[in-house]
């Protein structure tokens, strides 16, 4: 099912079928899943290393490269759902509230078409 219409409790529940199916559950618990996020996220970010933006631009849109980064994302979605059932935090509820935060954080008309901060250093000067 697309992501139109499927529902993140429905992800959460094939997620939480495929560890039950496997008896996975004694070895969820919150330090090992947020590891596994993170390893899952650098071997996304692997995709990409040493890549300049044409570069990553062409990968994004090649194919097999493609067809790898997506597997990669789905490794750090299907953890941070394992994450979420395995902690009971609810997704939607979380997601809301922290855009909220950085709505407060980072006002878009401060920040609108900026990739940094105001006042934080030029890297390149």
């Known amino acids: 099912m697309p992501d139109r219409t499927m529902t993140v409790?429905?992800?959460?529940a094939a997620v939480d079928a495929f560890v039950d199916e496997?008896?996975?559950?004694?070895?969820?618990n919150g330090k090992d899943l947020a590891a596994s996020i993170v390893i899952e996220a650098a071997e996304?970010?692997?995709?990409?290393?040493?890549?300049?933006?044409?570069?990553v631009a062409a990968s994004s849109a090649d194919p097999a490269a493609r067809r790898r980064i997506q597997q990669e994302l789905a490794d750090v979605l299907?953890?941070?759902l394992c994450l979420s059932n395995a902690?009971?935090?609810d997704i939607s509820d979380a997601v809301r509230?922290?855009?909220?935060?950085?709505?407060?954080?980072?006002?878009?008309?401060?920040y609108q078409g900026k990739?940094?901060?105001p006042g934080a250093p030029?890297?390149?000067s």
């Open 9 to 12: 409790a429905e992800l959460r």
């Open 22 to 28: 496997r008896d996975w559950r004694p070895f969820h």
């Open 44 to 55: 996304l970010l692997e995709e990409y290393q040493w890549q300049d933006a044409p570069e």
């Open 78 to 80: 299907i953890y941070c």
């Open 87 to 89: 902690l009971d935090i």
């Open 97 to 110: 509230e922290k855009l909220a935060v950085a709505s407060r954080k980072y006002p878009s008309e401060a």
């Open 115 to 117: 990739a940094r901060k």
């Open 122 to 124: 030029d890297p390149l």
